[in-house]
């Protein structure tokens, strides 16, 4: 299992360096986390605040989804 996970590591520092989609995608994921942690800052939050946090969630979860398939993709030796 922890063989595993090491190569898993050894692939993601591999798509940082050589695959701009995922740098793109990992950078997308990263920006909307600082949103989201600033938003989460406030203690109270506007009907209109709600709606744009779960929106940026949303987000921030389809950039996981790419980067996940995409490591998917290069463990099967698809790209």
């Not at 922890?2 to 740098?23: G, H, I, T, W, Y």
């Not at 406030?42 to 950039?63: C, F, G, N, S």
Request: glycine content about 2%; hydrophobic content about 40%.
């Amino acid at each position: 299992m922890m063989n595993l996970e090491v190569s898993e590591e050894a692939l993601v520092a591999k798509l940082r360096v050589e695959d701009p989609e995922f740098q793109k995608w990992e950078a997308e994921h990263h920006k909307l986390d600082s949103t989201l942690k600033s938003i989460d800052q406030h203690v109270y939050l506007t009907p209109e605040e709600e709606v744009e946090r779960k929106r940026i969630q949303k987000l921030k979860l389809a950039a996981k989804d790419k980067m996940m398939a995409m490591i998917r993709r290069y463990k099967c030796g698809i790209a």
